[in-house]
């Protein structure tokens, strides 16, 4: 029979991860002969030749390509199952999976996990962070329970909570003419280079939408797809850009001035889950933490200046 025990996908997925046998070897904790025995056994189990060296390193073949993908969803499949069973073992309360993107993960998402781990101790949070286009199916296919988005279109089969209506904001080098003003309009930014998060991406699309919209040119020097990427280039000088404000709630990068725009374009934040399993307590929970968070950080009084 040619069918393949957890073990050999396992194998297989740690040698196409660290692209070497002896790789595979720390990864799975075994001998690197160990790991050659079992390739060995399992490419004359299945009759192919599943690597190939070049230039002295393994490269997978055509046939492992087309089950890595496979390969590697039942890792992530054991993964879960693994979790679960710690927890319930060692903690007792369960397993809370979540994915978010990454602006939210900056400030917002680790004050709300900090609040929710001091009332649940005993809950393992398993905590990514991603674009959407990767998080849709994560939470379509329960990789996780729970996904934190901004600008989340509405989806046939995903449940949105509305949490909080933000706002885009412009990231200019300390130095800069504008930096010093307490509002900058698009007009004001428009002969500048400008950093955009993403031309296909729900960021920079808008901040593009917003200049197109007011009949302004833009002169774009760099395409990136993180907002805090965005920032790491506007701190060496390399350009302003048009972000979001979640991710500069706490500005840690010295040579950037956070200026409000006198334009309002909104972000509206999310949680989703699918709407076929009803959110497990805990997740309910982990949401209302989160808007706990936000209410005290978008108070009048609360609200940062930098």
């Given at each position: 029979?040619?069918?393949?025990?957890?073990r050999?996908?396992?194998?297989?997925?740690a040698?196409v991860?660290?692209?070497?046998?002896?790789?595979a070897?720390?990864?799975l904790?075994?001998?690197?002969?160990a790991?050659?025995r079992m390739l060995a056994?399992t490419?004359?189990?299945?009759?192919l030749e599943l690597f190939?060296r070049?230039?002295?390193?393994?490269?997978p073949t055509r046939?492992?390509?087309?089950l890595?993908?496979e390969?590697d969803r039942?890792q992530?499949?054991?993964?879960r199952?693994?979790?679960?069973?710690e927890a319930?073992?060692?903690h007792?309360s369960?397993?809370?999976r979540?994915?978010?993107?990454?602006?939210?993960?900056?400030y917002l998402?680790p004050?709300?996990?900090?609040?929710?781990q001091?009332?649940?101790p005993?809950v393992?949070?398993?905590?990514?962070?991603?674009a959407l286009?990767?998080m849709?199916?994560?939470?379509?296919?329960?990789?996780?329970?729970?996904?934190?988005v901004?600008?989340?279109?509405?989806h046939p089969?995903l449940?949105?909570i509305p949490?909080?209506?933000?706002?885009?904001?412009?990231?200019i080098?300390?130095?800069?003419?504008?930096?010093?003003?307490?509002?900058?309009?698009?007009?004001?930014?428009?002969p500048?280079?400008?950093?955009v998060v993403?031309?296909?991406m729900p960021?920079?699309?808008?901040?593009?939408?917003a200049?197109e919209q007011?009949?302004?040119?833009v002169?774009?020097c760099?395409d990136v797809?993180?907002s805090?990427?965005a920032?790491a280039?506007?701190n060496a000088?390399a350009?302003?850009?048009?972000?979001?404000?979640?991710t500069?709630m706490h500005?840690?990068?010295p040579?950037v001035?956070i200026v409000?725009?006198?334009?309002?374009?909104?972000?509206h934040?999310s949680a989703?889950?699918?709407?076929?399993?009803?959110?497990s307590?805990?997740a309910?929970?982990?949401v209302e933490?989160l808007?706990?968070?936000l209410?005290?950080?978008?108070?009048?009084k609360?609200?940062?200046?930098?």
């Open positions: 029979m040619n069918k393949l025990n957890y050999q996908t396992e194998m297989l997925w040698i991860t660290a692209g070497s046998i002896s790789g070897a720390r990864l904790g075994i001998s690197q002969p790991v050659s056994h490419e004359k189990q299945l009759g190939e070049v230039r002295g390193r393994l490269q046939q492992v390509h087309s890595f993908e390969i039942a992530r499949m054991m993964q199952v693994n979790d679960l069973a319930l073992s060692s007792g369960g397993v809370l979540l994915t978010s993107i990454p602006s939210l993960t900056q998402v004050r709300a996990v900090a609040r929710f001091q009332r649940h005993d393992l949070l398993r905590l990514n962070a991603t286009t990767q849709l199916p994560d939470v379509l296919h329960g990789e996780a329970e729970l996904g934190l901004v600008m989340q279109a509405d089969f449940t949105n949490l909080h209506t933000g706002r885009m904001v412009a990231a080098p300390r130095g800069h003419p504008l930096a010093g003003r307490a509002s900058v309009s698009l007009a004001d930014l428009s500048h280079p400008l950093i993403g031309t296909r960021y920079g699309m808008l901040a593009l939408n200049f007011a009949g302004l040119p002169k774009m760099a797809p993180w805090h990427l920032c280039l506007v000088g350009g302003i850009a048009v972000i979001d404000e979640f500069v500005n840690i990068w040579e001035a409000p725009l006198a334009e309002n374009i909104p972000l934040i989703i889950h699918t709407s076929n399993r009803p959110l307590r805990i309910g929970e982990f933490e808007q706990a968070v209410r005290e950080t978008f108070s009048p609360s609200r940062v200046n930098t």
